[in-house]
């Protein structure tokens, strides 16, 4: 793959917009690591951030090639997981000096997330050395973390350069291999929502990062037999795909082109996990199961002929709703729906009047059994899910992952169609 035309982006695009990407350098290849010398040539005061599983897998070698440019160095804990929450942020907040002049990343996506937030809020450029196929953040300019209890995904900025080795890449743990196909096969979720949305909501749609989109997905899609056999061919593929999902939310300032409904769910997961000191799933794989989710949703809204609801909104059992199922986080996330006003919406006149363009939207997206089979066929277990997850969990994330983001998704929908307030 030739980035230099992605990343010089698109001057007159269809839709109105020009698309830039900030990133300077991409290097996905063999000893890629090798090229870090050349590449920070002219930075002396570098601070590599890493963990400690991924300072042995590739960190030390970084160093080692960095010399005395090194500076300073953050090394959090491998075990337990870690969190990108207030105290991983104020600690590398803290190791940020007047004199670093870049900070390096070693690792996948908490230690991208985190490296990329501070990196922007301190106005530092940053490198990102990625150890695992595992998460489309790499190239994007969001940055996900957890403050206040909930998933909050802010503006930030692309790294400067990207460097892949492929024999690090493909000796990553399978489970995060699994986790970066799944993330990619969960974009015919985010994707059909993206043109929800643009149909309900009156949602900005770029169709030119739609398509870019939809065609990496589509050449993941036939991988997923083959992962298992680690071939540098398909790692190289996969990883690819990833960087092109990160650089279209670069393109539009968002995650839309690939975040949607299976990630709320997904975040739920996460976030209701924390709080009660419950097992969640890898980031990918958990987006890959919650995108089958949607999908079936999605399936079911299609065998309605007409919308019909005789839903209406109420504030105080819906409060006590989130309370129960939020506990602490629960004031974040009513302020924010607060503040994101759908509740106040009349969307039921616009899904009446739109139905049949709705679920032409709909028909749009693969089966969820071919989204079965897709997981499958790189051993992502969909049993695993549902006994992580409980059927009552499912439910309640079906219904409530919508009210963590200010995204307008098919659970919006979904929830006016079938959600009962309890008498």
């Given at each position: 793959?030739?980035?230099?035309?992605?990343?010089?982006?698109?001057?007159?695009?269809?839709?109105?917009?020009?698309?830039?990407?900030?990133?300077?350098?991409?290097?996905?290849?063999?000893?890629?690591?090798?090229?870090?010398?050349?590449?920070?040539?002219?930075?002396?005061?570098?601070?590599?951030?890493?963990?400690?599983?991924?300072?042995?897998?590739?960190?030390?070698?970084?160093?080692?090639?960095?010399?005395?440019?090194?500076?300073?160095?953050?090394?959090?804990?491998?075990?337990?997981?870690?969190?990108?929450?207030?105290?991983?942020?104020?600690?590398?907040?803290?190791?940020?000096?007047?004199?670093?002049?870049?900070?390096i990343a070693v690792?996948?996506?908490?230690?991208?997330?985190?490296?990329?937030?501070?990196?922007?809020?301190?106005?530092?450029?940053?490198?990102?050395?990625?150890?695992?196929?595992?998460?489309?953040?790499?190239?994007?300019?969001?940055?996900?973390?957890?403050?206040?209890?909930?998933?909050?995904?802010?503006?930030?900025?692309?790294?400067?350069?990207?460097?892949?080795?492929?024999?690090?890449?493909?000796?990553?743990?399978?489970?995060?291999?699994?986790?970066?196909?799944g993330d990619t096969?969960?974009?015919?979720?985010?994707?059909?929502?993206?043109?929800?949305?643009?149909?309900?909501?009156?949602?900005?749609?770029?169709?030119?990062?739609?398509?870019?989109?939809?065609?990496?997905?589509?050449?993941?899609?036939?991988?997923?037999?083959?992962?298992?056999?680690?071939?540098?061919?398909?790692?190289?593929?996969?990883?690819?795909?990833?960087?092109?999902?990160?650089?279209?939310?670069?393109?539009?300032?968002?995650?839309?082109?690939?975040?949607?409904?299976?990630?709320?769910?997904?975040?739920?997961?996460?976030?209701?996990?924390?709080?009660?000191?419950?097992?969640?799933?890898?980031?990918?794989?958990?987006?890959?199961?919650?995108?089958?989710?949607?999908?079936?949703?999605?399936?079911?809204?299609?065998?309605?002929?007409?919308?019909?609801?005789?839903?209406?909104?109420?504030?105080?059992?819906?409060?006590?709703?989130?309370?129960?199922?939020?506990?602490?986080?629960?004031?974040?996330?009513?302020?924010?729906?607060?503040?994101?006003?759908?509740?106040?919406?009349?969307?039921a006149s616009i899904?009446?009047?739109?139905?049949?363009?709705?679920?032409?939207?709909?028909?749009?997206?693969?089966?969820?059994?071919?989204?079965?089979?897709?997981?499958?066929?790189?051993?992502?277990?969909?049993?695993?899910?549902?006994?992580?997850?409980?059927?009552?969990?499912?439910?309640?994330?079906?219904?409530?992952?919508?009210?963590?983001?200010?995204?307008?998704?098919?659970?919006?929908?979904?929830?006016?169609?079938?959600?009962?307030?309890?008498?």
């Amino acid at each position: 793959m030739d980035f230099e035309k992605l990343l010089n982006g698109i001057d007159n695009c269809p839709c109105g917009k020009a698309h830039k990407c900030d990133i300077e350098k991409i290097i996905i290849k063999k000893d890629a690591i090798k090229e870090l010398k050349r590449l920070l040539s002219s930075y002396s005061n570098i601070l590599l951030v890493a963990d400690t599983n991924t300072y042995e897998i590739c960190g030390e070698r970084v160093k080692a090639i960095l010399g005395d440019a090194v500076k300073d160095e953050l090394i959090y804990p491998g075990v337990p997981l870690l969190v990108p929450d207030e105290n991983a942020i104020k600690a590398l907040n803290d190791s940020v000096k007047s004199e670093t002049d870049i900070i390096i990343a070693v690792g996948s996506g908490v230690i991208n997330d985190l490296c990329k937030l501070i990196s922007y809020r301190r106005s530092r450029p940053y490198c990102i050395v990625a150890t695992a196929p595992s998460m489309d953040g790499y190239a994007s300019s969001v940055s996900a973390v957890i403050e206040g209890n909930m998933k909050i995904t802010y503006a930030a900025h692309s790294p400067k350069f990207i460097i892949a080795d492929l024999d690090v890449l493909k000796n990553a743990p399978y489970e995060m291999i699994q986790a970066g196909f799944g993330d990619t096969i969960g974009k015919y979720s985010a994707l059909n929502d993206w043109l929800l949305s643009k149909i309900v909501n009156g949602e900005y749609f770029c169709e030119t990062v739609y398509d870019m989109v939809y065609s990496v997905l589509q050449k993941t899609a036939e991988i997923g037999p083959r992962l298992k056999d680690r071939r540098e061919e398909d790692i190289k593929l996969l990883f690819e795909s990833l960087v092109i999902v990160g650089i279209a939310m670069a393109y539009v300032g968002n995650s839309r082109p690939a975040s949607g409904s299976e990630h709320h769910l997904s975040h739920f997961f996460e976030v209701v996990g924390l709080l009660n000191n419950e097992p969640y799933l890898p980031h990918g794989i958990c987006v890959a199961g919650s995108a089958v989710i949607t999908q079936r949703l999605r399936e079911e809204i299609i065998e309605i002929q007409e919308f019909e609801s005789g839903f209406k909104f109420d504030r105080e059992k819906w409060e006590r709703a989130v309370r129960s199922i939020y506990s602490k986080a629960a004031n974040g996330v009513i302020d924010l729906q607060d503040k994101t006003g759908y509740y106040k919406r009349d969307f039921a006149s616009i899904y009446k009047e739109k139905w049949e363009e709705i679920i032409s939207v709909f028909n749009k997206a693969p089966s969820s059994e071919y989204m079965l089979d897709l997981l499958n066929s790189a051993g992502i277990s969909f049993s695993e899910f549902n006994s992580v997850y409980s059927p009552e969990k499912i439910r309640n994330a079906v219904f409530f992952a919508k009210d963590l983001k200010d995204r307008y998704t098919v659970l919006w929908l979904y929830f006016a169609m079938k959600y009962k307030f309890e008498e």
